[in-house]
């Protein structure tokens, strides 16, 4: 089982990343699709979620109106699009898999957001 994040990095403020995660060794369409961020110091925290169809999604309250999640389940990959990043979305993001029986984790892809 790989969960590999890409599309991390320095941007400044207003900016826009993508992020992807593409999944193997499972199968990607039978699991809901998480990406968390954890930011020095500080607690993991749920960014933004997906159904397994991708009929439904949820996000934090901060993030609201700014990021986009989305998957390909052709391709078993999740996106995550972040527009408008603020210095406050630092942090190290983490594609999430999980379903019933399982829970699977990337490896994590640093985000910075600074003039």
């Known amino acids: 089982v790989q969960l590999v994040e890409s599309g991390g990095g320095l941007v400044r403020p207003g900016g826009s990343l993508r992020l992807s995660c593409a999944a193997s060794g499972f199968t990607f369409s039978n699991y809901e699709m998480s990406w968390y961020r954890q930011a020095p110091g500080k607690e993991r925290e749920l960014v933004a979620h997906i159904t397994s169809a991708g009929g439904s999604t949820n996000y934090a309250d901060s993030v609201k109106g700014r990021f986009t999640i989305s998957r390909d389940n052709a391709k078993n990959t999740v996106y995550l699009q972040m527009n408008s990043l603020k210095p406050g979305d630092t942090a190290v993001y983490y594609c999430?898999?999980?379903?019933?029986?399982?829970?699977?984790w990337g490896q994590g892809t640093q985000v910075t957001v600074t003039s």
């Open positions: 999430n898999a999980r379903n019933d029986f399982f829970d699977y």
